[in-house]
Each structure stands twice: as structure tokens, then as C-alpha cells.
């Protein structure tokens, strides 16, 4: 400890020299995707509920609040 | 010891022992820095709070007066330099009294003048690091801060000029955060003293000055850290901290110096104008840079090395800064973009160092153009030169530390991302089988020795990344699709080829790549399962390089959604895993979340057969859910962390309602009730995050879509679901709004059933 002299900050050091990565970026990117793909995923399972909600409801239950079938998203776009 | 012992009072005699050793007259020099020095180790590691105040002040007394010049030797009073320096956080007390701390001031900057270079650079060091614990108390030191800091970067030794700056460094960072924090200051209570804004006269010449002390080479060893480097460093900082103001100050020395025929004026005005690019207004920014990019073009060809370094890395942050053709604004054109690449693909040939900051000149000009819609339509032509100099970049036998061959990768990556995929389709298509031949033939290389092996795993890691991007970029549009679909096998096999060379980052790399791979093929992945799933084993059992470990959770998600109940013969094992990744202490704590996430993914694929692991998921997530309500409201750290716990819990949920649906849902009735609690907890939570709204809201729905009128009596009891339901419905967001009427009509059904 004190023999280390308190060196330059290694950020201040990437100032000029930035690493050009962005391996974190491609982890992000892919977590993005999974996220939109599990969302998209549980989506389509609550859209074949109201599906059979709505059908339930055109049949005939009454006092039911109308569920609209929500639009379909647009494609997920991860890039 | 003292750091175990003293906490917990069990060594009340050590701090006096030690005084003793500072204090009595035949104490040599030799007893009093080995002292000194203990003080500096056991400050460290100890709080004040440990000791009585009057033994903190004592200790305090001993190191300052250790400093004192006229009854120490220097190396007395080096130790005892170094030893406040440790000390300063245990000072706290003291620097909140004003006597106290005047006299500790007093000391240092005395110090700061003292005649040993190494006591010198001690004391600037102690300065920083005043700056950065004791910003708000630093108004009534700042003239004599100043002018100590001033005549050492002008005229003190490299060691001591570079601590000087470092000191005005911190302060920038330190007004930069206050900012970030509360633009309008005030507010959060913590004083913002504008000592950058009021010292900026004095303080930016002095800065460019530094910049005309380059060394030679230094733009070809990256481990140089210079005055000059610094001194633009700071610079920067400076222009974050005031904005507008820093123009009028640095943009004459711009101009007077960037002609003339000494390379170092020309190199100190190119890193001037390059560190202003940040912080000042776009309006004035635009006006300058637009009538500077020319000049800045043809210094790319100026016959001094460092210039071209320094051009390239300038135009650089001006693409990064000033080039967003998305939101509409840049100062590339249609007009300009050719000679713009043209003075690129020359640069990216010139030598290593030059061509690494053309490389990031490259990737933010491509980064521009993400999501521009139409007008990324205007660099698409030049996309296969770029690509293609890239590509001979990156083959240079002349990178030097591979770094340059790395840049030219990631940029390339880049390129690929960014394009407009309608239009260079085939050129990315193409590219495919280039990349795959790479890969390929690094498998193959003869290794003779560890560094072999690393450079080999340096390549392929690199050359996984690409073909991550490319796979992804492909499958982003169903025409383009059936390019992966076709050339899947050979992938895999390659995939795998590189699996058996092992090397944590070229598996994390490889491992993003099968994620993307799996999602794109669907159910076709079932035929790569059996050799694939051993490295989706080692994955998960990585907790060492934690990263992998998560990365692998991932793509054991987008297998399930892949292949749906195809997946049921893995999943015994895969499930043994992850229950033991969420029990192990080991593994980074960022990896759970997404395991929980994983539960509702493989339940969703399984369906019914996921009943024989609910017993211990569940366990998992009650426990998970329970921590969540215990944890410190506090940290900003822990709040994130326990959103995303929450929001995975949820997701785990949501996945095994859904999947067991119409089977087998009365599985999970007992534990419907514990889950409402959970929801009803997280409801109250004032730092409730908007993911996590989201996501409550829809397992609410799954909730009663799945178990129907069995829950009717559930809500009746947890009636805070209305409220909450209200609240999502008023929201502007319309994801969470048409969530929460698709839930307000599942409640409705059973209520009325």
C-alpha cells in the first residue's frame, strides 16, 4: 500500500486511447433480444386468452367488461 | 491484525503504543517511519468511528507533525505524507472542524512546497484526494490551491506536474456529478462551488500549455502518461464542467497554432479542439466543426505522425459527438460523406496507431446511421470498400499488440449492425462465408506455447463476435433468414470445433453466437442438442467467470423457446444446475435474476412436465421474494438489483402459470396466495421500477386466466389489485396500459363466473 504510488486513473488513461469493444454491448444486445423474445413469448400465450375471452363474450356471458384483442406488435427489432 | 482487532476493541493499547513510539525523545528516525507507516496501514482499514475522537486526533497530530520539516528527517517525513494521505478518510471529524482542518491544509500545502520531489508528489497526491472526499469545504483554499498547483505544472517535475493536474481533474469530476445530479443545483442539498467556472481563466491556458509538451512515441506506447495527455485529459473535463464558456478561451490557440510548421503546436491544437467537443451547446459546436472538417480532412495527411494520430482520434469524437443523422442532426452530408470515407480508408493504411483511431472514426460514422431509416441509405454504397479495409486491417501483420487487429473487428461489427439490411443484404450475406473460413482456420493453427494459445483465443473470440453480429443482422428479416437457415450445420459444426479449444471468452463469445443461431433456426436446433449440450453444461457450471455463466442461462432461454417441448429430455439437468447456481454463495449475484427468468422460460416450453421441479423452483422463488422485502431501501445498487429480482421472479411465474394452463394449473393454487402477498408487497414499494409494474401486472392476469374461479375468493381478500389496475390504466404507457385491461377482463371473468 504505501510503496504504491497512487498511479494516473486507468479512465483518464482511456481518454485518447479509447478500446474500441463492444463485447458488452453484444451481451447487451442479446439480453435485449431474449427479453423481447420471452415478452413476445408470454404475449402470445395472454393473446389466446382473450381470444377464447372474446369468444366466451360473443356467446352470450353478460356484465363482462369488453377486453379489446390488443393489436399485434410490430416485429421485435433488436438491432 | 489492528484492522480485526481494533474494531472489535480488543487491542485498546495498540494506538498508544504507537503514540509512544512519536512522541518520546529516543525514539531514532527508523522507529518513527516504521510507526508512521502502521498508522498509514491501520487508518486504512479502520473507521473513526473504531477509536475514541480524542485517539483520532491524537494519530491525526502524530502524522502531521511527522511532516513537520524542521524536527524530521525525510524520510520521516515522506512516511508521514504517505500516511495522511491513508489517513484522509479517517480525518473526517477533523476536516469538519475549521481550526482543525485549516491547520491540516496548512500542513499539506507546506508540504507541497517541500524541497524532496517524492514528499512534492506525495502531497498533490493528498490534495487529489482532498479534492475529491472534501469538495465542499475547499472555498477558503482555493487561491493558494491554486497557485501551488499552477507553479507545479509549469515549472515541478513530471511527477509532481501530473498530480497537479489530476487535482483539478478530480474537482471537474466532482462538479460534473454535482451537475448530473441537479442541473439547477441546489436542490439536493450538496453546495456546487463553481471553482472550475470561476479559476477558468487562469486555468484553461494553463492546461494548453501542457499540451505542447508532447513527448516522441508517445501515441505508440500506450503506457506513456504524460503532462501533455493529462493536461488534455483535463481539458476535456473541463469543457463537460462549463460548457459554452471554454470556447472563447481555447478556440484562439486553435487557430493560431494549427498551421504552424512545428509538429508539436499543430498536434497541441488538434487535442485542444478535439477535448472541447464534449459539453459545449450544439449550436456553437456545429458552427465550428463544420468549418473545421475540411481542415481536419486534410490533416490526415499531414507528414507528422502524431497529427494524424491526433486528427484521427478528433474526428473520431466528432462522429460520436456530432453526427446523428437519427435525430436529425450532422455534420456529415450527403455531400461530404465520400471525401469523409475516401480520407478514411487511406488513414486506416497508415501506420498501427493511426490506423486503430481511424478505426473508431469508422465505427461512430456507422454508428451515426443506426436506426436513420432511410438516411442510412447514403453510406450503404461505400459499405463494401469499408468492409473490405476492415477486413485488410485487421489481416495486418503490423498490428502490434493485436490491438489494432481487435479495433478493426469491433468496428466491423459495427458496420454490419448499423447497415440498412434491405439494401446490404448480400454484401452481409457474403460476408458470412469469409468469416467462417477465419474461424475455421484458426482451429486448425499449430500451438507451440501458451501465447499461441492465448492469440488463438484472441482470434477466435473476435471472429464469434463477428459472427454473432452477422447471424443476428441476418435474421432480422425473413429474406434474409433462410441465408442462416442454409448455412446452419456448417456454423454449428464450426461452433463446436471452437468450443473444444476452450477459452472463457471465446465461449461467452460463441455461446452469444448459439443464442442468436437458436432463435434464428427454431426447432431445426433439436439436431445440434446432443453435441451442444455438454458446453451448455460447462456454461452453467462456470461461476468463476460469471459472465459466461449468465450469457449461457441466456441462451438456455432462447433454446426453450426454440424448441418448445423438445427440450424436455435436457431439462432434468439443466433444472439440477440452475437450482444449484441460485444456492451457491460463489456465483456473482447478477446471474439469479436471470435464472428465475429461465424457470419461466423452460415451464412455458415444457408445459405440464415442468410439475415435478415446481417444488423446488417455487422454494427458490418464495425465498428469492421474501429477500427482496428485506433488502437495504437505501443503495441504489441493491434497489436496481432487487428490480430486477422482482421482475424475474415474476417472469418465473408468469412462464409457469401460462405453461400449465390447460393441464394442469391447480399445482400452483397453493402457492397463489403467497404470491399475491409478494405482488401486494411490491405494489407499496415507492422505488417500484416501471419493469417491474409491468410485469406484476401481467402475472396478476396470468394469476386468473390460469387458476380461474378457484382464485375468486383470493382477490376478493387482496382487493389492492383494483388500485393498482387503476394506476397501470392511467399511465401513459401503452404496453402496460393494454396489459392491465387484458388483466381487469381475466379478474372480471372469474368475478362474474
Given at each position: 500500500m504505501l510503496e504504491t504510488q497512487m498511479a494516473p486513473h486507468d479512465l483518464r488513461r482511456q481518454?485518447?486511447?479509447?478500446?474500441?469493444?463492444?463485447q458488452q454491448r453484444r451481451r447487451e444486445l442479446s439480453l435485449r433480444r431474449q427479453e423481447q423474445n420471452r415478452r413476445d413469448a408470454q404475449l402470445q400465450a395472454r393473446r389466446l386468452a382473450s381470444t377464447l375471452l372474446s369468444l366466451e363474450h360473443a356467446s352470450g356471458s353478460e356484465d363482462i367488461e369488453l377486453v379489446p384483442e390488443p393489436e399485434p406488435e410490430p416485429d421485435s427489432q433488436t438491432e | 491484525i489492528a484492522a480485526i482487532e481494533i474494531p472489535q476493541k480488543q487491542w485498546p493499547a495498540l494506538i498508544g503504543t504507537l503514540l509512544a513510539n512519536m512522541t518520546q525523545?529516543?525514539?531514532h528516525a527508523g522507529l518513527k517511519q516504521a510507526t508512521l507507516e502502521t498508522f498509514g496501514y491501520v487508518c486504512e482499514e479502520i473507521s473513526h468511528r473504531d477509536l475514541e475522537q480524542a485517539e483520532v486526533n491524537n494519530v491525526l497530530t502524530a502524522v502531521v507533525q511527522g511532516m513537520n520539516f524542521a524536527d524530521n528527517t525525510v524520510e520521516v517525513r515522506l512516511a508521514a505524507t504517505k500516511a495522511l494521505y491513508n489517513a484522509l478518510d479517517f480525518a473526517e471529524t477533523n476536516f469538519q472542524n475549521e481550526m482543525e482542518r485549516n491547520f491540516i491544509m496548512k500542513v499539506v500545502c507546506e508540504t507541497c512546497m517541500s524541497k524532496e520531489v517524492e514528499i512534492r508528489q506525495a502531497a498533490f497526491e493528498c490534495l487529489v484526494s482532498i479534492a475529491s472526499t472534501y469538495y465542499e469545504v475547499l472555498e477558503p483554499y482555493m487561491q493558494t490551491l491554486f497557485e501551488l498547483t499552477s507553479n507545479a505544472v509549469k515549472g515541478d517535475q513530471e511527477s509532481v506536474a501530473l498530480q497537479a493536474i489530476e487535482f483539478w481533474s478530480s474537482i471537474c469530476d466532482e462538479e460534473i456529478e454535482l451537475q448530473e445530479f441537479d442541473p439547477e443545483s441546489g436542490e439536493s442539498g450538496a453546495p456546487h462551488s463553481r471553482f472550475i467556472e470561476k479559476a477558468l481563466a487562469s486555468l484553461v491556458p494553463m492546461l494548453l500549455e501542457t499540451l505542447l509538451k508532447q513527448e516522441e512515441d508517445q501515441d505508440q506506447d500506450d503506457s506513456i502518461w504524460n503532462v501533455s495527455m493529462a493536461g488534455g485529459t483535463c481539458l476535456g473535463l473541463v469543457a463537460r464542467t462549463?460548457?459554452?464558456?471554454i470556447l472563447p478561451l481555447v478556440m484562439p490557440f486553435v487557430e493560431s497554432n494549427i498551421m504552424k510548421p512545428d509538429w508539436r503546436c499543430r498536434e497541441a491544437a488538434t487535442y485542444a479542439f478535439g477535448s472541447i467537443?464534449?459539453?459545449?451547446s450544439l449550436e456553437k459546436l456545429s458552427q465550428l466543426v463544420q468549418s473545421g472538417l475540411d481542415f481536419l480532412l486534410k490533416a490526415m495527411k499531414d507528414e507528422n505522425n502524431h497529427v494524424k494520430d491526433t486528427t484521427a482520434w478528433t474526428l473520431s469524437r466528432i462522429f460520436e459527438l456530432l453526427h446523428n443523422p437519427a435525430g436529425g442532426f450532422s455534420v456529415v452530408s450527403a455531400e461530404n460523406l465520400e471525401r469523409v470515407v475516401q480520407i478514411l480508408l487511406e488513414g486506416i493504411q497508415d501506420a498501427p496507431n493511426v490506423a486503430e483511431k481511424v478505426c473508431g472514426a469508422i465505427y461512430y460514422l456507422a454508428q451515426g446511421y443506426e436506426d436513420a431509416g432511410p438516411a442510412s441509405s447514403v453510406l450503404t454504397r461505400y459499405i463494401p470498400s469499408i468492409i473490405d479495409c476492415l477486413l485488410k486491417t485487421a489481416n495486418r501483420a503490423d498490428g502490434g499488440d493485436l490491438k489494432l487487429r481487435s479495433s478493426a473487428y469491433e468496428t466491423l461489427n459495427e458496420v454490419v449492425r448499423c447497415s440498412n439490411i434491405v439494401e446490404t443484404s448480400s454484401i452481409i450475406a457474403q460476408l458470412l462465408p469469409a468469416i467462417m473460413e477465419k474461424l475455421s482456420s484458426t482451429v486448425e493453427l499449430q500451438i507451440a506455447s501458451l501465447e499461441d494459445r492465448e492469440k488463438q483465443g484472441d482470434l477466435q473470440a473476435s471472429l464469434c463476435g463477428v459472427l454473432q453480429v452477422i447471424i443476428q443482422k441476418l435474421s432480422s428479416v425473413d429474406e434474409t433468414k433462410t441465408v442462416v437457415l442454409q448455412t446452419a450445420d456448417q456454423i454449428m459444426v464450426l461452433f463446436l470445433k471452437v468450443f473444444a479449444c476452450r477459452s472463457s471468452t471465446v465461449h461467452e463469445e460463441a455461446m452469444l453466437a448459439i443464442g442468436a443461431l437458436a432463435y434464428a433456426t427454431g426447432t431445426e436446433f433439436e439436431r445440434y442438442m446432443q453435441e451442444f449440450y455438454r458446453y451448455l453444461e460447462t456454461g452453467l457450471q462456470n461461476f468463476e467467470e460469471y459472465q459466461v455463466c449468465a450469457i449461457t442461462v441466456g441462451v438456455v432461454g432462447d433454446i426453450c423457446r426454440a424448441l418448445d417441448g423438445k427440450v424436455l429430455p435436457y431439462c432434468d439437468r439443466i433444472m439440477d444446475l440452475l437450482i444449484k447456481d441460485l444456492s451457491s454463495e460463489e456465483l456473482h449475484r447478477s446471474v439469479k435474476p436471470p435464472i428465475f427468468s429461465c424457470f419461466g422460460d423452460i415451464a412455458l416450453a415444457i408445459e405440464e412436465h415442468f410439475e415435478k421441479y415446481v417444488p423446488y423452483a417455487l422454494q427458490m422463488m418464495q425465498g428469492a421474494a421474501e429477500l427482496c422485502a428485506r433488502m437495504d431501501t437505501s443503495d441504489d445498487e441493491l434497489i436496481d438489483y432487487a428490480n430486477q429480482l422482482k421482475r424475474s421472479i415474476f417472469e418465473a411465474y408468469s412462464g409457469i402459470l401460462q405453461g400449465f394452463k390447460d393441464s394442469k394449473s391447480e399445482i400452483m393454487l397453493p402457492y397463489a396466495q403467497h404470491l399475491l402477498q409478494f405482488i401486494e408487497t411490491v405494489f407499496r414499494d415507492k422505488q417500484r421500477d416501471e419493469s417491474v409494474t409491468r410485469a406484476a401486472v401481467a402475472v396478476i392476469g396470468d394469476l386468473a386466466d390460469a387458476l380461474g374461479p378457484n382464485t375468486k375468493l383470493l382477490f376478493r381478500e387482496k382487493s389492492f389489485y383494483v388500485e393498482f389496475l387503476g394506476e397501470c390504466l392511467e399511465s401513459d404507457d401503452e404496453q402496460l396500459k393494454e396489459t392491465a385491461t387484458w388483466t381487469k377482463g381475466m379478474i372480471n371473468r372469474i368475478m362474474v363466473s
Open positions: 481518454y485518447k486511447r479509447p478500446a474500441i469493444s463492444d | 525523545r529516543e525514539s462549463v460548457g459554452d464558456s467537443l464534449e459539453g459545449p
